[in-house]
């Protein structure tokens, strides 16, 4: 006859509903926290008005770099002269943005940092959280520009199409980029990438040299616009969307598209595209 030790299963009872209690107490200590640190958070959005002067500048090296939030890149409004305006938002509990300029011999390092840390990056479906914060920074259209632009999770909008440009590296950890250039730009360098979101880059007309573009997303779609008539190469792949590239490129292999004018080209563009996940297409503007 089987005996059954009801003590022994009574204590593994009691054993794990005070493991189940504990664990709830903990979820609920968390939900708590977080719900708070939302709550403050989204009561906290303050604003911080920047400018740098402009000197003698004829060249700058400009390095934005946002926690998170949304990030706009474009060119000064007006006539007022200096190397750059911004507004800048930020959480009162990170702390303020922070701005240095250095210049050298007509030249300018200028740096938009964020303090402290950003939103807690686990959130409960029923937390309340403020949207993302909005950093707006204005650059000096007559000033040739070296721009790296980053954010953890945000989007990027980069308007530079009236602006004089050397050299784009924009990253989000996961929003969406949008990216107009300048015409009449000579051997741009442009790279365009995102954890997750949909990345846009159109190109300026009437550039000379040899231009490099790249972007690419993690798994959203990926589109690159091109002037019609330009020298062309593009390295287009997609792990798992599709791929469309304009019928005026020839497919070389694989994943290389090429224009017939391409390799005795002066002025030329090469563009590698690729996602992850989504879609990427190459087509003439």
């Known amino acids: ?3 059954v030790n009801f003590g022994s299963q009574n204590k593994v ?5 005070a493991s189940l209690i504990i664990i709830i107490v903990l979820l609920l200590s968390a939900v708590i ?18 400018s740098a002067p402009l000197d003698d500048v004829k060249t700058a090296k400009v390095d934005i770099n946002m926690v998170d939030g949304n990030l706009t890149i474009d060119q000064i409004k007006g006539s ?4 750059a305006n911004s507004t800048l938002q930020y959480l009162e509990y990170q ?7 250095n210049m050298i011999n007509g030249q300018a390092t200028l740096t938009l940092m964020a303090s402290g840390k950003g939103q807690p990056w686990f959130r409960f479906p029923w937390a309340v959280y403020n949207g993302a914060t909005e950093w707006q920074v204005h650059l000096n259209p007559s000033v040739k520009s070296d721009i790296t632009a980053h954010t953890g999770g945000g989007n990027i909008k980069l308007n530079l199409a009236s602006m004089a440009i050397t050299h784009v590296a924009a990253d989000s950890g996961g929003g969406n980029l949008d990216v107009v250039l300048p015409d009449n730009a000579v051997n741009l360098s442009v790279t365009a990438k995102t954890g997750a979101g949909d990345v846009t880059v159109v190109i300026g007309s009437d550039i000379a040299g040899s231009n490099f573009f790249n972007a690419s997303s ?14 062309a190469r593009i390295h287009a792949i997609s792990g798992m ?4 590239v304009d019928s005026r490129f020839s497919k070389i292999d694989d994943t290389t598209y090429q224009s017939s004018n391409y390799d005795g080209a002066t002025d030329k563009v090469e563009i590698t595209i690729n996602s992850g996940a989504g879609n990427v297409s190459v087509n003439t503007k």
């Open 218 to 231: 993690g798994a959203g779609n990926v589109v690159v616009r091109v002037p019609g008539g330009i020298a």
């Open 33 to 50: 926290g977080f719900v708070s640190l939302g709550n403050n958070a989204e009561g906290n959005v303050l604003t911080q008005n920047l």
């Open 95 to 101: 702390g303020s943005p922070t701005q240095s300029v």
């Open 241 to 244: 969307g599709k791929v469309a």
């Open 80 to 83: 007022e002269q200096v190397l």
């Open 13 to 17: 009872r009691v054993s794990l509903i």
């Open 1 to 3: 006859m089987e005996t």
